[in-house]
């Protein structure tokens, strides 16, 4: 074998070599981060929030120009919630009720205060929410903290705004137990200190959640004159695809909070971006390929009276055809394990900034990129080795 490759390896090309690796190279990664960030960000899009479930609908009224000059109220009426409930594809309802009270809050990590802001608390009916029991309660006079779910709109203005210009850690799921939250209520000439627990945060809900206890009791207690308006219903259905759900919302001139559409807007031009960029890796991948194949031709056809001889004096073809076939491949192993290098590093960087958004989404594996990346060496180390022996062969039948 050391023989048969001292006489074969001189008329090698480094620089044609090293143009089939770069290519072979840059056409596996883009596959391969194609297939794994698909994976990744897919999650993203499609997982339901933590705190409803994927049949609760968040409606309000539209409100515009139109509605304001005609005199139409973005508050539901009780005839309306009623003729709602009665509707066919409608399981149950509940309504949104907003305290009617001032509330101060400031949120520290560790003791250390981050930031004070005016704040507004909402609550629904406890059976809308998707929480263990012991975790959302409040019990007047009895329980010391209040449970909080925040938006993860805010949090992610905090992270990405406030928190990166005053040099303050961020915010996500992995540190709740660390975040101080201090309430200060002022209404009907009294105030209160209190103490919140931010006990996690929600993907479809745009506003601050509290116990419906807390919200009848706070407000009885700080606004006792005030009727809390409803401008919003939280509402199960039995299909949320019901086109008779979109039909009666339009009909009454209602909207939903999150338009289910959008998302899979968004999932459609995702799979078709990941979908180009796999044809653009595939097509690099094939010309780095043909690449491959002119030089080892070339290298064949020069190193042709070199076979002959080999071939001449008991050499069988497959032995012949053996070093070439071990450079190819070891190539490919190579551009395979570079290529795996590479994709780890950036998925370390982006997946660091998705983790910060949405620290609910799995990390999960490199595992589907891997087998894709698999594949690929395997058909085209398949290829490269047929094609050689098939040269190899051509030359020994022209001998006989």
Not at 290 to 304: E, F, G, H, P, V
Not at 313 to 334: D, H, M
Request: glycine share 6%; with cysteine.
């Amino acid at each position: 074998m050391n023989l048969v490759w001292k006489l074969l390896r001189q008329h090698i090309s480094i620089p044609q070599l090293a143009g089939f690796f770069l290519a072979n190279l840059v056409g596996m990664f883009i596959v391969m981060l194609g297939v794994q960030f698909y994976r990744d960000i897919l999650p993203v899009f499609t997982s339901e929030d933590s705190f409803m479930k994927s049949d609760f609908l968040i409606i309000n009224k539209k409100v515009g120009m139109g509605n304001a000059l005609s005199g139409h109220s973005h508050v539901f009426s009780g005839a309306e919630m009623g003729e709602l409930e009665n509707q066919l594809f409608v399981e149950k309802t509940g309504k949104f009720t907003r305290a009617q009270y001032q509330i101060q809050a400031s949120l520290g990590i560790n003791g250390q205060s981050m930031m004070s802001t005016e704040l507004f608390f909402e609550s629904v009916p406890d059976e809308f929410v998707d929480v263990s029991t012991k975790d959302w309660q409040y019990v007047p006079g009895e329980s010391k903290t209040v449970p909080i779910i925040l938006p993860r709109s805010y949090v992610n203005m905090y992270n990405f705004g406030f928190a990166r210009s005053h040099h303050l850690p961020a915010i996500n799921e992995g540190v709740l137990n660390m975040v101080d939250v201090v309430i200060r209520i002022r209404g009907n000439g009294k105030d209160a200190d209190m103490k919140g627990r931010v006990i996690g945060f929600s993907n479809r809900l745009n506003t601050i959640l509290v116990p419906e206890s807390f919200i009848e009791w706070s407000n009885g207690e700080y606004a006792p004159a005030e009727e809390p308006e409803t401008t919003r219903l939280i509402v199960q259905v039995s299909n949320p695809t019901d086109p008779a759900v979109a039909q009666y919302l339009d009909d009454h001139g209602y909207e939903l909070e999150e338009d289910r559409s959008q998302t899979e807007k968004m999932v459609y031009f995702l799979k078709m971006i990941v979908a180009i960029v796999l044809i653009i890796g595939l097509v690099i991948s094939i010309l780095s390929f043909y690449i491959l194949m002119l030089s080892i031709y070339l290298l064949l056809q020069k190193n042709a009276e070199k076979l002959e001889n080999l071939l001449l004096v008991g050499y069988s073809p497959s032995r012949t055809a053996r070093p070439y076939q071990l450079l190819t491949l070891g190539l490919n192993i190579l551009v395979f394990i570079l290529a795996l290098g590479v994709l780890w590093l950036v998925r370390c960087y982006y997946m660091e900034i998705v983790e910060t958004v949405y620290p609910e989404v799995d990390g999960g594996t490199m595992l589907p990129a891997v087998l894709v990346g698999l594949l690929l060496l395997l058909l085209v180390s398949i290829f490269n080795l047929f094609a050689i022996r098939r040269k190899v062969m051509r030359i020994w039948k022209r001998e006989e």
